[in-house]
């Protein structure tokens, strides 16, 4: 008896098609790195190849899942916006995969013919070339034989609806240079949805994607505009056992939680080595079990955490299924969804369900 995310691909394609109809006729790119957000990379390309999207895109972090993307099948320009390693180049050009140029030494490195994605520095500091020598290392990309796909960048404060430094990274990009037929792209999930100015030629979107807002203050301000997104994943844990402690015992390790009263406890088979965090413990975290809520006690072991279902859930029994919340589960750890999601670990069983409707 084992914790297993229960992922609904059908809820994955439709949040992808409300996202792309928002921002056409900008090209709806799904960014699926990170085992897209913790869903499983293969599963989740499928079901949106299949879901006939028009003109989908997919980007990824590395080389690595592009690769297992195209030999699954997937037929989709796919683009990688992670560095790219001297060894992986011949594999990426096999495979038809557009590369990102983050400095102006990358073009040299790139196969005759490989499509690439030139990356401006408008504000984030962490890849890209700066926007006055951009018209550099697309002559370099010239030079080499390379195909410019693409310019683009990355926004720095868009989950934290900072309109005017958002403003001023889109006016950066705008200004820069770009070949005809090259996208022009800045827009993840909270500006591509909230902003339309923003969308530019290509919108990525990622956690949205999963039906996740980017943000609490993405949701709120968002919330008469009419997006809809469905959580694709289900954290599902069953008990494994039950004991009563009684008052003045302690439970778990470092007795940090004492009963103060005859105490009914569930033990779940969930543990931070199963993605669920050690700063989520000590009664911050409530879990749903049925139509009942109870907190984890005590701290977050490896392998199990613990619950006091005294009140709450008081005929719990060996076999119960406890439902985690992501959202929850970030609150309660200090983070963000998107920290919980990437973290799952590929050990933890995925079960899929999918129509292909």
Known sequence: MRAALEIDLDAIVQNARGLAARVAPSVFCAVVKSNAYGHGLVPVGKALSAAAI???RFAVF???EGVLLRDAGIAAPISIVGPVADDELADVADAGIECPVLDETDAARYRTGTGVHVK?????ARFGIRPERVAIAIEGCRAAGLRVAGVYSHLANAEDLDEAFTSRQVGVLRSAPAPDGALKHIAASAAAIMWPQTRLDMVRCGISLFGHWPSAAVRSNDASSGCSLTPALRWVAPVVQTRVVAAGET???GCDFVAQRPTTVAVLPLGYADGLPRAAGGARLLVSIGAARAPVIGRICMNACMLDVTDAVPGV????VALLDVDDVARAAGTINYEILARLPA?????YTWDRS
Not at 317 to 320: E, H, L, N, Y
Request: aromatic share 4%; charged share 35%.
């Open 54 to 56: 028009l003109g989908i």
């Open 62 to 64: 590395s080389a690595e």
């Open 120 to 124: 401006v520095d408008t504000g984030v």
């Open 251 to 253: 439970v778990g390790y």
């Open 317 to 320: 029994r060996r076999g119960d």
């Open 347 to 351: 050990s933890l069983e995925r079960r």
